[in-house]
């Protein structure tokens, strides 16, 4: 059973440009979660898709946008990146229920260096 | 700011010690709450949780977490370590009165010395 996939594992980009992070959720999940962690702090929560759609977003502005496909998988795009953008950036999957918080599967991430 | 607070970053101990991890939230009203874990090289996996009902709950791996309403506390203990404890220990919470979106706290590094 295929846990949460993420890629790339590693990248790099350099001020400006724009990345887009990919993600598989576990199988028979519906819900996708993403968090960004910086060196020494807890994750903070992006945003959620679930049906396709944005259901909930954390404090991020709108050069973080995402997206997600009919069979669940999920991009997260970041627009004209900062050196502050670089960090762990964690996909996590759940089923729908209450608020698709009751138990995440994380992947191992992307590390994201801007330079 | 409401937020989860953990009080200690780092944490030390021999094999055989007690382990307690401290977490705090400022959240109101009704909350979820979690431990996560993170073993080197490995990913976030969630080690137990509450919801409601005996305040006082288990998890894996020997771990156990008490919910104290009155204190906005959800601190995480393990009676005896194991040099394999060493991990990367996370709370979070999930709160209604901040949209049921989850908030880790920053973390607490904890090194068991075998």
């Known amino acids: 059973d295929a846990g949460v996939t993420q890629s790339p594992t590693h990248l790099i980009k350099t001020r400006g440009q724009q990345v887009t992070l990919r993600c598989s959720p576990k199988s028979g999940h519906d819900t996708v979660s993403w968090y960004q962690q910086a060196l020494g702090q807890g994750p903070q929560f992006i945003f959620q898709y679930y049906e396709e759609e944005e259901r909930q977003r954390g404090n991020f502005p709108d050069r973080f946008s995402g997206h997600q496909f009919p069979n669940y998988s999920s991009e997260l795009n970041v627009n004209a990146l900062l050196l502050g953008d670089s960090a762990l950036y964690l996909c996590?999957?759940?089923?729908?229920?209450?608020?698709?918080?009751?138990?995440?599967?994380f992947g191992s991430g992307t590390q994201l260096s801007v330079l | 700011a409401q937020s989860v607070s953990q009080h200690n970053h780092h944490v030390i101990l021999s094999e055989a010690a007690s382990l307690e991890l401290g977490c705090n939230y400022s959240?109101?009203?009704?909350?979820?709450l979690f431990w996560y874990v993170q073993y080197p090289g490995q990913h976030l996996q969630l080690l137990l949780k509450y919801f409601s009902g005996d305040p006082l709950v288990k998890g894996i791996k020997g771990f156990e977490a008490e919910f104290i309403k009155s204190k906005f506390s959800f601190n995480l203990r393990k009676p005896s370590v194991q040099w394999s404890d060493t991990a990367e220990y996370f709370c979070a919470v999930n709160a209604k009165a901040a949209g049921n979106k989850l908030t880790f706290g920053g973390g607490t590094r904890v090194l068991v010395k075998p």
């Open positions: 996590a999957s759940s089923l729908s229920g209450t608020g698709g918080h009751e138990k995440l599967f």
């Open positions: 959240y109101g009203g009704t909350v979820n």
